[in-house]
Protein backbone atom coordinates (compact mmCIF):
# COMPACT_ATOMS: atom_id res chain seq x y z
CA UNK A 1 0.00 0.00 0.00
CA UNK A 2 1.08 3.45 -0.91
CA UNK A 3 0.70 6.09 1.40
CA UNK A 4 -1.22 9.05 0.38
CA UNK A 5 1.54 12.35 -0.01
CA UNK A 6 0.33 15.18 3.14
CA UNK A 7 -0.95 17.13 0.09
CA UNK A 8 -3.32 14.94 -0.81
CA UNK A 9 -5.31 14.59 2.91
CA UNK A 10 -8.73 16.33 2.77
CA UNK A 11 -9.00 18.28 6.71
CA UNK A 12 -12.68 17.90 6.55
CA UNK A 13 -11.69 14.30 7.56
CA UNK A 14 -10.91 14.85 11.53
CA UNK A 15 -9.29 11.31 11.85
CA UNK A 16 -5.18 12.09 11.29
CA UNK A 17 -4.14 9.07 12.52
CA UNK A 18 -5.76 6.92 10.07
CA UNK A 19 -4.96 6.08 6.25
CA UNK A 20 -6.25 8.06 3.87
CA UNK A 21 -7.38 6.91 0.39
CA UNK A 22 -10.55 7.89 -1.83
CA UNK A 23 -10.40 12.22 -2.14
CA UNK A 24 -8.05 12.39 0.84
CA UNK A 25 -10.06 10.43 3.45
CA UNK A 26 -10.63 7.98 5.52
CA UNK A 27 -12.68 4.89 5.04
CA UNK A 28 -15.22 5.80 7.13
CA UNK A 29 -15.33 9.77 5.74
CA UNK A 30 -15.51 8.50 2.02
CA UNK A 31 -18.73 6.48 2.66
CA UNK A 32 -20.38 9.12 4.73
CA UNK A 33 -19.67 11.42 1.75
CA UNK A 34 -20.72 9.25 -1.04
CA UNK A 35 -24.25 8.49 1.21
CA UNK A 36 -24.91 12.17 1.47
CA UNK A 37 -23.86 13.39 -2.13
CA UNK A 38 -25.08 10.26 -3.79
CA UNK A 39 -28.80 9.89 -4.02
CA UNK A 40 -28.73 6.21 -5.51
CA UNK A 41 -26.24 5.46 -2.95
CA UNK A 42 -27.77 6.31 -0.40
CA UNK A 43 -30.89 4.20 -1.70
CA UNK A 44 -29.43 1.21 -1.80
CA UNK A 45 -27.81 2.09 1.46
CA UNK A 46 -31.24 1.80 3.22
CA UNK A 47 -32.63 -0.84 1.27
CA UNK A 48 -29.72 -3.07 2.51
CA UNK A 49 -29.99 -1.78 6.13
CA UNK A 50 -33.99 -2.58 5.73
CA UNK A 51 -33.87 -5.89 4.25
CA UNK A 52 -31.11 -6.37 7.39
CA UNK A 53 -33.31 -5.41 10.03
CA UNK A 54 -36.18 -7.28 8.56
CA UNK A 55 -33.79 -10.35 8.46
CA UNK A 56 -33.42 -10.18 12.05
CA UNK A 57 -36.58 -9.01 12.78
CA UNK A 58 -37.92 -12.49 11.44
CA UNK A 59 -35.41 -14.67 12.94
CA UNK A 60 -35.53 -13.41 16.42
CA UNK A 61 -39.16 -13.69 16.08
CA UNK A 62 -38.86 -17.48 15.00
CA UNK A 63 -36.65 -18.21 17.33
CA UNK A 64 -38.71 -17.05 20.10
CA UNK A 65 -42.11 -15.44 19.44
CA UNK A 66 -42.36 -13.48 22.71
CA UNK A 67 -38.81 -11.65 21.94
CA UNK A 68 -39.75 -7.99 21.03
CA UNK A 69 -42.97 -8.81 23.80
CA UNK A 70 -40.32 -9.78 26.50
CA UNK A 71 -38.08 -6.54 25.60
CA UNK A 72 -41.04 -3.80 25.52
CA UNK A 73 -41.77 -5.44 28.98
CA UNK A 74 -38.82 -4.99 30.53
CA UNK A 75 -37.98 -1.17 28.75
CA UNK A 76 -41.51 -0.44 30.40
CA UNK A 77 -40.51 -1.90 33.92
CA UNK A 78 -36.87 -0.58 33.99
CA UNK A 79 -38.21 3.12 32.58
CA UNK A 80 -41.94 3.47 33.74
CA UNK A 81 -41.47 7.71 33.44
CA UNK A 82 -39.60 7.19 29.54
CA UNK A 83 -42.25 4.49 28.33
CA UNK A 84 -45.13 6.72 29.60
CA UNK A 85 -42.87 9.86 27.94
CA UNK A 86 -43.17 7.66 24.78
CA UNK A 87 -46.60 6.84 24.87
CA UNK A 88 -47.56 9.92 25.86
CA UNK A 89 -45.83 11.69 22.13
CA UNK A 90 -47.12 8.43 20.42
CA UNK A 91 -50.95 9.70 21.13
CA UNK A 92 -50.60 13.51 21.41
CA UNK A 93 -49.20 12.95 17.36
CA UNK A 94 -52.59 11.21 16.73
CA UNK A 95 -54.67 14.47 17.66
CA UNK A 96 -55.55 16.90 15.60
CA UNK A 97 -54.78 20.47 15.98
CA UNK A 98 -58.10 21.64 18.72
CA UNK A 99 -57.73 18.64 20.51
CA UNK A 100 -54.22 19.28 21.15
CA UNK A 101 -54.91 22.42 22.17
CA UNK A 102 -57.23 21.77 24.30
CA UNK A 103 -54.82 19.48 26.00
CA UNK A 104 -52.18 21.48 26.61
CA UNK A 105 -54.34 24.06 28.04
CA UNK A 106 -56.26 20.98 30.35
CA UNK A 107 -52.55 20.02 31.64
CA UNK A 108 -50.72 23.60 31.34
CA UNK A 109 -52.68 25.95 32.02
CA UNK A 110 -51.73 27.97 29.01
CA UNK A 111 -53.47 28.98 25.72
CA UNK A 112 -51.46 28.12 22.61
CA UNK A 113 -52.26 30.34 19.84
CA UNK A 114 -50.43 28.02 17.40
CA UNK A 115 -48.77 24.78 17.28
CA UNK A 116 -45.48 23.62 16.32
CA UNK A 117 -45.76 22.50 12.50
CA UNK A 118 -43.03 20.10 12.86
CA UNK A 119 -45.12 17.98 15.25
CA UNK A 120 -48.02 17.20 12.87
ZN1 LIG B 1 -12.13 10.42 8.54
Known amino acids: MVKNS ?12 RPHYARGMC ?3 YWKMRYKTDEEFRKKTLEKIRKAVKKNYEKKV ?3 PEFYRKKSREYRHKYPDRWNYILARYYFRKLNDEKRKELIKEVMGIDVGVTNEQNV
Open 27 to 29: RSC
Open 6 to 17: IMTINYNCPHKD
Open 62 to 64: KED
